[in-house]
């Protein structure tokens, strides 16, 4: 039997158009794929900010970025590419975008009038929503708020807090007065351990990362009360940082709720930086950006 010409270009046309849909669902399998992983960092970017030196809101010990700093921050956050980076110290939107390219990522910092604020630099297409910030946090002394997000992934949603809690009391037992950096550290605890309640109840995936100011290891008196709240899993534990040569831990990144079973085994990260001394230590940070990958349900 013989074909009609417009009948065979009516098939031609419907086979072609099959092909494309084919061959477009093969090209979006890695896209599907990569989406099931997620990898979550935090950074402190130590004075990110732009002002000039001598500005009355900066201590008098303080080296204001140059613009070649913020560069190369910038390519290290290239090299980073993280999905969702907690951020700490960050002096505004503007100062983030020119190491997180908006283009690429969306920023959202705490609505805290202080120059080192906290925040969260989430890749453009993961869809999040903004909560209220955790000022509890501040406890009234000019410290900073909490950045509370959630992430709307699919099937399963997730809770992130940013924090930067006080520092100067890294191993210390945490005094009951409320004067003193152990004592405002210790203060700190109940807002958190409010936070950690709330979404235990809720039965939600969620994960707190940020710069603890507090090393945590073994039976810490910090960490043994966060753990009595909620079962938690601390990427860190057990781990020593090779940041600037070699130190404990005090940026830590912990799960809760069925964000537990989404940590990937070895996945944890630092990224050092390859210029080396105490000159650059200042001009980059005194942070390097710690990292884990987490497997998200199907």
């Known amino acids: 039997m013989t074909v009609p010409n417009q009948a065979r270009r009516s098939i031609g046309l419907r086979f072609t158009a099959s092909a494309c849909i084919i061959m477009g669902l093969l090209l979006?399998?890695?896209?599907?794929?990569?989406?099931?992983?997620?990898?979550?960092?935090?950074?402190?970017?130590?004075?990110?900010?732009?002002?000039?030196?001598?500005?009355?809101?900066?201590?008098?010990?303080?080296?204001?970025?140059?613009?070649?700093?913020i560069e190369l921050l910038r390519h290290y956050a290239a090299e980073l590419d993280a999905d969702v980076v907690a951020l700490q110290e960050v002096d505004g939107t503007g100062v983030a975008a020119r190491v997180f390219p908006t283009e690429r990522y969306s920023i959202h910092l705490s609505r805290d009038r202080v120059v080192q604020r906290t925040g969260?630099?989430?890749?453009?297409?993961?869809?999040?929503?903004?909560?209220?910030?955790?000022?509890?946090?501040?406890?009234?002394?000019?410290?900073?708020?909490?950045?509370?997000?959630?992430?709307?992934?699919?099937?399963?949603?997730?809770?992130?807090l940013?924090?930067?809690?006080?520092?100067?009391?890294?191993?210390?037992?945490?005094?009951?007065?409320?004067?003193?950096?152990?004592?405002?550290?210790?203060?700190?605890?109940?807002?958190?351990?409010?936070?950690?309640?709330?979404?235990?109840?809720?039965?939600?995936?969620?994960?707190?990362?940020?710069?603890?100011?507090?090393?945590?290891?073994?039976?810490?008196?910090?960490?043994?009360?966060?753990?009595?709240?909620?079962?938690?899993?601390?990427?860190?534990?057990?781990?020593?940082?090779?940041?600037?040569?070699?130190?404990?831990?005090?940026?830590?990144?912990i799960l809760g709720g069925p964000a537990r079973n989404w940590l990937q085994p070895d996945t944890l990260r630092v990224l050092s930086y390859r210029e080396l001394g105490a000159a650059w230590k200042q001009r980059l940070s005194d942070h390097c950006p710690v990292s884990v990958r987490l497997r998200l349900p199907d």
């Open 162 to 253: 940013v924090v930067h809690l006080k520092t100067g009391c890294f191993d210390r037992r945490l005094g009951g007065s409320p004067r003193g950096s152990c004592g405002e550290l210790r203060q700190q605890m109940a807002p958190l351990i409010d936070w950690i309640n709330a979404r235990r109840d809720e039965g939600v995936a969620f994960a707190i990362m940020g710069d603890f100011n507090r090393h945590m290891d073994g039976q810490d008196q910090f960490w043994l009360a966060l753990r009595q709240t909620a079962p938690l899993t601390r990427a860190t534990e057990g781990h020593a940082s090779p940041c600037w040569g070699g130190e404990a831990f005090i940026d830590h990144i």
């Open 28 to 69: 979006l399998l890695p896209c599907i794929a990569a989406a099931t992983e997620l990898k979550l960092a935090t950074w402190n970017l130590e004075w990110l900010t732009d002002r000039r030196a001598g500005d009355p809101a900066l201590p008098t010990d303080v080296r204001p970025k140059q613009p070649e700093d």
């Open 120 to 160: 969260v630099a989430v890749r453009r297409g993961i869809r999040y929503s903004v909560n209220p910030d955790v000022t509890g946090l501040d406890i009234g002394r000019q410290l900073r708020s909490g950045v509370d997000v959630t992430l709307r992934l699919e099937p399963s949603p997730l809770r992130i």
